[in-house]
């Protein structure tokens, strides 16, 4: 079975841009979180979706959005990037959003 | 959320030692812990986890043992391998929110 796979799994992006990242959930799976993971750090999370419902959002900016689709993969845009964006962007499945998240390889994003 | 964070950034020992890795959380409305290995270049992957009803659960080579007292958590690896040489996270979840809160990680390095 494939497991979570997140596209791209590199970019490079200069300040003010835009981006969309990519997660394609494990089959069966209804439930995606996303986190961002700076160097060094603990991933800390983002937004989770569950039935294309928005269940659950960190502490980040608006300028960070997301979205499921009716077969339950999931975009993440970041507007107007900043050098500090620059991270490992990682997709976590689930099947209910509530235990046994599988997460992704994550997208490696640089802002120049 | 609260945070969970972890006694040591870096824990090295040699090839067929047994590693001990702790984790404190603050939050004690924690009601469920997760232990993750995350290998470089890769997501977060799942070892072991236990509920705030439990003191003590093993895995394949791996115990995770949860003193809610003192609000500790600590994963101990038996034998351990070169290939258990990554970054280890403690998350939590708690109050209804099924959404890990990860601390920042301990790297084990195993010398063969």
């Known amino acids: 079975d494939a497991g979570v796979t997140q596209s791209p799994t590199h970019l490079i992006k200069t300040r003010g841009q835009h981006v969309t990242l990519r997660c394609s959930p494990i089959s069966g799976h209804k439930s995606v979180s996303w986190y961002q993971q700076v160097l060094g750090q603990g991933p800390q999370f983002i937004f989770q979706?569950?039935?294309?419902?928005?269940?659950g959002r960190g502490n980040f900016p608006d300028r960070f959005s997301a979205r499921q689709f009716p077969n339950y993969s999931s975009e993440l845009n970041v507007n107007a990037l900043l050098l500090g964006d620059s991270a490992l962007y990682l997709c976590a499945s689930s099947v209910t959003g509530a235990y046994g998240y599988t997460f992704g390889s994550g997208t490696r994003l640089t802002v120049v | 959320g609260e945070s969970v964070g972890l006694h040591l950034p870096t824990l090295s020992v040699q090839e067929g030692d047994n590693s001990i890795i702790n984790c404190a959380y603050s939050?004690?409305?924690?009601?469920?812990f997760i232990w993750y290995k995350q290998e470089s270049g890769k997501g977060p992957q799942f070892i072991i986890d236990i509920r705030s009803n439990m003191d003590k659960r093993q895995g394949q080579r791996v115990t995770v043992l949860l003193n809610k007292t003192v609000k500790h958590l600590s994963l101990q690896i038996a034998a351990t391998q070169p290939g258990d040489s990554a970054v280890y996270f403690c998350?939590?979840?708690?109050?209804?929110?099924?959404?890990?809160?990860f601390g920042r990680g301990t790297s084990l390095i195993v010398h063969p």
């Open positions: 979706y569950y039935e294309k419902e928005e269940r």
């Open positions: 998350a939590d979840t708690s109050g209804g929110s099924y959404i890990p809160t």
């Open positions: 939050n004690s409305a924690s009601d469920y």
